[in-house]
């Protein structure tokens, strides 16, 4: 398997040419079925959430998937941009889904499975606020679950250590440039942070 490579190559990895994105949520020019509802998160690294989840739950109910950035200041942000640390942003995820066929609960519930929401501002040997633990919820059902789950989580699976793990609204998203979108899938051999894998853990309490 090839190595990692490290921080500074994966800042200076060569990047789409596409960098302008004219509109921030290319995911609203899609057409989703009525009931369609939204999952955004952020577990360090984007490529490995996107890869893990288009994995686990395809044909499961899960319609959609796109990386980009959110919870910062800075208006069209870019990757090298958030890399800095400075706009705020954190990577994330935001998935379509179907709820007739998956739960948000699921969705979060593997989300906590799959990154270490222990690591404050970091996953791995990524550093920085850009790849801190987040769940952007999108209304007032989602918040209610999301701490929820987050405090069943830290009761059950994380008693040993604290969950840093942030829960706000879901503010302005942008998408990420073209050559992140599905970045694992087109690049098999590409950077997976190590701390990206599923825990094996009980069910949680109901």
């Known amino acids: 398997m090839a190595s990692a490579p490290s921080f500074m190559s994966r800042l200076f990895r060569p990047f789409t040419t596409g960098t302008a994105r004219f509109n921030p949520e290319s995911s609203a020019q899609k057409t989703f079925p009525d009931g369609t509802q939204k999952c955004t ?11 893990m989840y288009s994995d686990e739950f395809k044909g499961k109910g899960l319609l959609d998937t796109s990386v980009g950035y959110i919870g910062g200041d800075m ?9 800095s640390g400075r706009t705020g942003h954190a990577e994330a995820l935001q998935m379509h889904f179907d709820p007739s066929k ?3 609960r699921q969705l979060l519930e593997y989300f906590y499975k799959m990154h270490d929401p222990t690591q404050y501002n970091r996953q791995g040997p990524d550093t920085g606020t850009q790849y801190r633990s ?9 918040e209610r679950i999301a701490k ?3 405090e069943k989580v830290q009761n059950e699976w994380y008693k040993n250590g604290k969950i840093a793990t942030e829960v706000a609204p879901a503010g302005q998203w942008w998408d990420a440039e073209d050559y992140h979108q599905k970045y694992l899938t087109n690049q098999p051999g590409g950077y997976e942070c190590p701390s990206h894998f599923v825990r094996k853990f009980p069910p949680l309490s109901d």
């Open 41 to 51: 998160i952020a577990a360090g690294c984007f490529w490995g959430p996107d890869h």
């Open 75 to 83: 208006a069209n942000p870019g990757y090298r941009a958030v890399c």
């Open 134 to 142: 987040a769940i952007f919820y999108h209304n007032d059902e989602q």
């Open 148 to 150: 929820t789950v987050t």
């Open 102 to 104: 998956v739960t948000y």
